[in-house]
């Protein structure tokens, strides 16, 4: 099992620019999880997604928007970059909610010039 | 909203010597996660706690969760230059179903060989 995979790994943006950040798991998990991590900032939730073709708002969803038309991905969109969405961008999975491990993705690193 | 305060918010230790992050909660902590994340790397999975009282140890890594469950304490005992890196804590978002995780910002440790 690759478990969750994150493309790409590194990206460069100009402010305007948009790209799509995909997250694909192979365990078969409902729950899936967009955060960002900042320095100083820890991790915060983007949004989220309990199961095929659902999506929720996170801590701080402005910005982006996400789409699960199937169940093992999880995309995360920036629809115009701005340099405050320069981050490391992980994506999560789990099983189902409460109590359950999350596994995470190697992380995506992204900056906005 | 919950809130998950760690502390130090960074160490420098000489390999060899033991030594505890601490994470507290502003409210009951539903399951507790620690996660070690490598720079430039994803999360690796620790341990969970959920019950008052519990203690889980993996290798020379043992974590707590006090009996009121508002502080979770990681104590590494015999540093070594592999446990170098930063020390997350997690817990479920305080009375949600939707299974997310809010973090701590971090703990970096370094050991010193």
């Known amino acids: 099992n690759a478990g969750v995979t994150q493309t790409p790994k590194f990206r460069v943006l100009k402010t305007g620019q948009s790209m799509t950040l995909l997250c694909a798991q192979d365990?078969?998990?409902?729950?899936m999880y967009w955060y960002r991590q900042d320095p100083g900032m820890g991790l915060r939730l983007i949004h989220y997604?309990?199961?095929?073709?659902?999506?929720a708002k996170g801590e701080v969803p402005d910005g982006y928007n996400v789409s699960r038309l199937k169940k093992q991905n999880f995309l995360l969109g920036l629809e115009s970059a701005a340099p405050s969405q320069t981050s490391v961008y992980f994506c999560?999975?789990?099983?189902?909610?409460?109590?359950?491990?999350?596994?995470f993705g190697p992380g995506t690193r992204l900056t906005v010039t | 909203s919950q809130e998950l305060e760690q502390s130090p918010q960074s160490l420098i230790v000489q390999e060899g010597k033991n030594l505890t992050i601490n994470c507290t909660s502003s409210?009951?902590?539903?399951?507790l996660y620690w996660y070690k994340q490598k720079y430039g790397e994803g999360l690796i999975f620790l341990m969970m706690?959920?019950?008052?009282?519990e203690e889980k140890s993996h290798e020379k890594i043992t974590a707590k969760l006090d009996e009121k469950k508002q502080q979770s304490s990681l104590h590494i005992t015999a540093s070594q230059p592999s446990h170098a890196g930063i020390y997350l804590c997690?817990?479920?978002?305080?009375?949600?179903?939707?299974?997310?995780?809010?973090f701590g910002k971090g703990t970096k440790l370094s050991v010193k060989p």
């Open positions: 999560a999975s789990s099983r189902t909610s409460g109590g359950i491990r999350q596994y």
């Open positions: 365990m078969n998990h409902e729950y």
């Open positions: 997604s309990v199961g095929e073709g659902t999506t």
């Open positions: 409210k009951t902590l539903y399951g």
């Open positions: 706690l959920q019950k008052g009282g």
């Open positions: 997690g817990a479920g978002s305080y009375g949600g179903s939707q299974g997310n995780l809010i």
